[in-house]
Each structure stands twice: as C-alpha cells, then as structure tokens.
Nanobody
Framework: QVQLVESGGGLVQAGDSLRLSCAAS????????MGWFRQAPGNEREFVAA????????YYADSVKGRFAISSDNRKNTGFLQINSLKPEDTAVYYC???????????????WGQGTQVTVSS
C-alpha cells in the first residue's frame, strides 16, 4: 500500500524559510512524478511544483518560481520542497502527491499525503 507522509510545516514569520519533506513508501517510485500542491481555506488545491523521479525534470507554478525549490533523494524515496522568503499568502496546507504523468491538475495524481500546515505571520 502506497503511503505518503509530509512533515516540516509550522508557524513562521514572513521572510523565513521552511523545508517540507514527503516520505513515500509501499513500492518503488522510479518512474513516477512527485507533485506538491497547496490549499488555503476557501480555495481550490493549487499546483506548486513537480519533479519526475527518474529524469529529474522540474516544473514550478509561476507564482513560486525563484522562491520554491523541489528536490528528491531517490535512495530514500523522499521528496522535498524548500520554501524561501515566505509570505503571508503562502499560508496553506501543503500536500505531496505521486502520479504517473506530470500534470498541474490535482486529480491527475493517484496518491496523496495527509498534508502539512504552513502558516506565515506578517
């Protein structure tokens, strides 16, 4: 059974940095895509970044380019999302997801973690 577990969220001040982790288990993920999404209260789930596990192709939403960095440790089946220069508008629950193809649409992903809360105070 595939499991994704996020960690690393918290309450921070504007300008701070966070590193979110996503530990994947249940099978090998060498041919999959890992995506990160976020959802603020009252909003739809929003694409943030994605990475193809084997080739290492990386994609970002325009709104986070230059501040967010996605990476992975393939040996440990773990993905990361480094968030720098945090802003209050980054406040959301951040989710990692795994799917078979790259997409910016949430329903394209097959497996989801439980999410980790990021709250940025001004």
């Amino acid at each position: 059974q595939v499991q994704l577990v996020e960690s690393g969220g918290g309450l921070v001040q504007a300008g701070d940095s966070l590193r979110l982790s996503c530990a994947a288990s249940g099978r090998t993920f060498s041919t999959d895509v890992m995506g990160w999404f976020r959802q603020a209260p009252g909003n739809e789930r929003e694409f943030v970044a994605a990475l193809t596990w084997s080739a290492g192709n990386i994609y970002y939403a325009d709104s986070v380019k230059g501040r967010f960095a996605i990476s992975s440790d393939n040996r440990k089946n773990t993905g990361f999302l480094q968030i720098n220069s945090l802003k209050p508008e980054d406040t959301a629950v951040y989710y990692c997801a795994v799917g078979k193809i790259y997409s910016r649409i949430a329903r394209a992903y097959d497996y989801w973690g439980q999410g980790t809360q990021v709250t940025v105070s001004s």
